[in-house]
């Protein structure tokens, strides 16, 4: 165990040393941050309204204003995070597992569960995500759970197929047919073979993949169809400031601005970790 | 029991493909005895590949099996079920490939992986480590017990062969096949995995098939050596016999071809004319006629036996008939 301990912190090290990683894992570690202390952090209730101090502008005593119900914006904006993070992260997680699982056995399997699991990842695929959340809403209703469903069911693959091209690739490379004659099962060669090959592709690929699902949520959230209405989202608070522009600009900016830099934190910190995880580039640096 | 470890006996095997069937073997027999190095020569697709993935059976999912046995120790391996088979590979029979750049896992440190091949092993894993460093020491990597630790990109080609070796010969084999070991490396490489395994050879006395095109290595490390040609055996016997008095014109070519027999300087290094039959659309009589240069009439007819011309020589010619005959 302390092994994998000090070859996660050689990867964190090694992101650390890119300036962009570096500003990827301020970025992302801040938002972790406020998102697991959001409770301590907050200095109002977010979902507390004060019709007298409607629609402010920054102050001391609300660092973001307020909105047209008088909530503190900065505290929407930190609760937010935590609803962004509560959805992305199960989402693109669960969706990897899955996806990693059915891609493997896609892979090394037969051709006709290979064919058949196709036809199943082209069928989903086929779906434009947002009208499928909209169907999959008008059915059950907006809640946290039902955007993470939709969006884990339509990235699955994605996920799916890179994890069977990979597996695809691997079935055939020397090594493998080595580790066969070495007498390996199938359990051993996919286990402990196959998946680490697999898995830095797709945990590169995950992190990427979630500043497209926190935007994904926001703009479920913007259409009304993401979380419910009292919990804080930045596609909610996006979506008051969008109507109420003239009277103040600071919900856009609360809603705006850590969609954006959620977006490029996770994608400085895919990118850096795509270099950093490649052992065959790990020595060049 | 008799000394006899693997036998090959009438081993014939065709790929079906599009075309028709490919009969990638012919006939195959042969044996290799305990603690016996066997050297099996021939160019490039004359089924060497087949006939070491088919003692496997890890072959392509077109391939199919017409007749004949592969016996390990008595028993038929082809008629083995597959469960008893993958315990039979890479513990009694393991195998060195030709290229040592891919046989290792990328992403996993050479200890890793050789603490994974001795699942089989009940004992802790500090002692697998140790076993795996000491396997290590026995190929000649310097400081094994750090290089453990270390990344296949991180050691050279010659290295990398002699973790491989050191892989297959962990569980003590009692047959290891080496796969055309030294063609991915140099000259000056070769010689050191050749003399490696020799040594190793006699350590562990297990028994070797040794698959080549190189000649000269064979003769260096060999007992006794199978020629075959375009799928089929076309002389076997002692490697001394074999090179000194070859009874088959294909072998007296491919000596002759050899650079290290050439006593003058030539502009033009001697190759055998013509190429490998289809093996689609095999011709009739004795596959190797059309590039024969004493080739008969009755080579077109009939398909030359392989004859035992003296005890362990074998060949299959219609030149030695009346030798053989006798």
């Given at each position: 165990m302390a092994k994998s301990r000090s070859e996660l912190g050689q990867i964190i090290h090694g992101v650390a040393r890119d300036p962009l990683g570096l500003m990827g894992l301020i970025i992302v570690g801040t938002i972790v941050f406020c998102a697991v202390f959001a409770i301590w952090i907050?200095?109002?209730?977010?979902v507390a309204m004060n019709i007298k101090d409607?629609?402010?502008?920054?102050s001391a005593a609300h660092f973001l204003g307020t909105d047209q119900l008088g909530r503190d914006t900065f505290s929407r904006v930190v609760m937010g995070g935590q609803v962004a993070l509560k959805v992305a992260l199960p989402a693109v997680f669960g969706a990897m597992a899955i996806g990693l699982t059915l891609g493997m056995i896609a892979g090394y399997g037969p051709k006709w569960l290979d064919n058949l699991l196709m036809l199943f990842f082209d069928t989903i695929r086929s779906f434009p995500t947002v009208m499928f959340a909209l169907a999959v809403v008008a059915l059950v209703g907006p809640s946290l759970q039902t955007v993470v469903l939709v969006v884990m069911a339509t990235s699955i693959p994605t996920y799916g197929r890179v994890a069977r091209t990979q597996t695809l690739t691997l079935r055939n490379s020397e090594f493998i047919l080595a580790e066969r004659s070495m007498g390996a099962s199938m359990k051993r060669i996919l286990g402990v073979h196959m998946l680490p090959n697999i898995v830095g592709v797709l945990a590169v690929l995950a992190a990427m993949d979630i500043p497209t699902v926190i935007a994904l949520e926001a703009g479920l959230s913007f259409l009304?169809?993401?979380?419910?209405?009292p919990t804080p989202s930045w596609g909610a608070l996006l979506k008051d400031g969008y109507s109420l522009i003239r009277q103040t600009p600071w919900l856009v900016v609360g809603g705006g601005l850590p969609i954006i830099l959620a977006t490029l934190g996770f994608t400085f910190l895919g990118e850096s970790l795509r270099d950093v995880v490649d052992p065959k580039l790990r020595k060049q640096r | 029991m008799s000394d006899t470890l693997l036998e090959i006996d009438r081993l014939s095997v065709d790929y079906e493909t599009a075309r028709g069937?490919?009969?990638?073997?012919?006939d195959i027999s042969f044996d290799v005895r305990k603690g016996e190095i066997v050297g099996i020569v021939g160019e490039s697709g004359c089924g060497k590949s087949t006939l070491i993935s088919s003692i496997l059976r890890l072959?392509?999912?077109?391939?199919?099996?017409?007749q004949g046995e592969v016996r390990f120790k008595g028993e038929d391996l082809l008629q083995l079920p597959e469960r008893k088979m993958r315990n039979l590979r890479g513990a009694d029979i393991s195998i060195v490939f030709q290229d040592p750049m891919q046989?290792?896992?990328?992403?996993?440190s050479i200890g890793q992986q050789m603490l994974d091949i001795q699942?089989?092993?009940?004992?802790s894993k500090p002692e697998k480590r140790t076993r795996a460093a000491k396997m290590l020491g026995a190929v000649g990597i310097p400081d094994p017990e750090a290089r453990l630790?270390?990344?296949?990109?991180?050691?050279s080609g010659g290295m990398r062969q002699r973790i491989a070796i050191a892989m297959a010969l962990m569980s003590e084999p009692d047959l290891l096949i080496a796969?055309?070991?030294?063609?991915?490396?140099?000259a000056t490489l070769e010689v050191q995995i050749i003399e490696r395994l020799q040594e190793l050879q006699q350590e562990f006395d297990c028994a070797i098939l040794f698959i080549s095109h190189h000649l000269g290595v064979i003769a260096e490390l060999c007992d006794r050596v199978v020629v075959m040609y375009a799928g089929a055996v076309v002389e076997s016997g002692e490697v001394r016999e074999i090179f000194h008095d070859p009874k088959h014109p294909y072998t007296r070519r491919l000596i002759d071809c050899?650079?290290?027999?050439?006593?003058e300087r030539a502009r033009v290094l001697p190759t055998i004319p013509g190429e490998v039959p289809d093996l689609a659309n095999l011709p009739g009589g004795c596959i190797f006629r059309d590039r024969?240069?004493?080739?008969?009439?009755?080579c077109a007819s009939e398909v030359p036996p392989l004859a035992?011309?003296?005890?362990?020589h074998h060949a299959a010619c219609w030149l030695n008939h009346k030798e053989a005959a006798e």
């Open positions: 907050v200095p109002y209730d977010p409607r629609l402010q502008g920054p009304g169809l993401g979380v419910k209405p | 069937d490919l009969k990638a073997l012919r072959t392509a999912p077109n391939t199919r099996f017409r046989t290792h896992n990328p992403v996993l699942h089989r092993s009940k004992t630790d270390q990344f296949p990109h991180e050691f796969d055309e070991p030294t063609t991915a490396l140099d050899d650079p290290g027999h050439i006593k024969c240069d004493q080739a008969m009439a009755r035992q011309l003296k005890e362990g």
